[in-house]
C-alpha cells in the first residue's frame, strides 16, 4: 500500500478525533447556555474552549492533530434582573453563563464540516487503497 494513502488516512483521523472533541465540547456549551448560579455570589456555567496542537507522527511522517487541553473561557459572565431568583444578589441580578448560543451553533457547524471533509478523506483512502488490491489481484 502507498504510505501516501497510509498517512492521508492517519492525518484524516486525528483530525476525526480532534473534531469529536470540539463537537462534544459546543454540545456541551449549549446544553449549558441559560444556566444560572445557583446561590448569591456563586459562578454559572463557564464557557469551554477546545485548544489543539498539530504534530508530525514519527512513525507515518504524517501530520496530525490533538487536542491540547479543554479550558474554560475567562469572557465575564452575564447578569439578568430576577429579583425572584434564589441566587439574585441585593440588586435582584443573577449571574448567567457566557455561553452565546449563536457562537456555539457556529462552531459546531464549523467543527462538523471539517468532521465531514476529513471522513471524506479517509473514504477515499480507504477506495484507493482498495484499488490498489485489485489491481495486485489481476
Known amino acids: 500500500m502507498s504510505s501516501d494513502l497510509v498517512s ?12 469529536t472533541v470540539r463537537i ?3 454540545a456541551e456549551n449549549i446544553a ?7 446561590t448569591p455570589g456563586e459562578d454559572p456555567y463557564r464557557r469551554k474552549i477546545p485548544t489543539f496542537q498539530s504534530f508530525v507522527d514519527r512513525e507515518t511522517g504524517a501530520g496530525q492533530v490533538r487536542v491540547s487541553g479543554v479550558y474554560a473561557d475567562q469572557s465575564p459572565f452575564t447578569q439578568k434582573y430576577d429579583p425572584a431568583h434564589p441566587a ?3 440588586r435582584g441580578y443573577v449571574m448567567t453563563s457566557n455561553v452565546s448560543s449563536l457562537v456555539e451553533m457556529a462552531d459546531l457547524r464549523e467543527a462538523q464540516r471539517a468532521y465531514e471533509a476529513n471522513l471524506n478523506v479517509v473514504d477515499a483512502s480507504r477506495a484507493m487503497m482498495m ?3 485489485q489491481i495486485l489481484k489481476a
Open 8 to 19: 492521508a488516512m492517519s492525518t484524516a483521523a486525528s483530525g476525526l478525533r480532534a473534531q
Open 24 to 26: 462534544r465540547v459546543s
Open 32 to 38: 449549558n447556555a441559560d444556566s444560572t448560579a445557583q
Open 88 to 90: 439574585a444578589d441585593e
Open 131 to 133: 484499488g490498489i488490491v
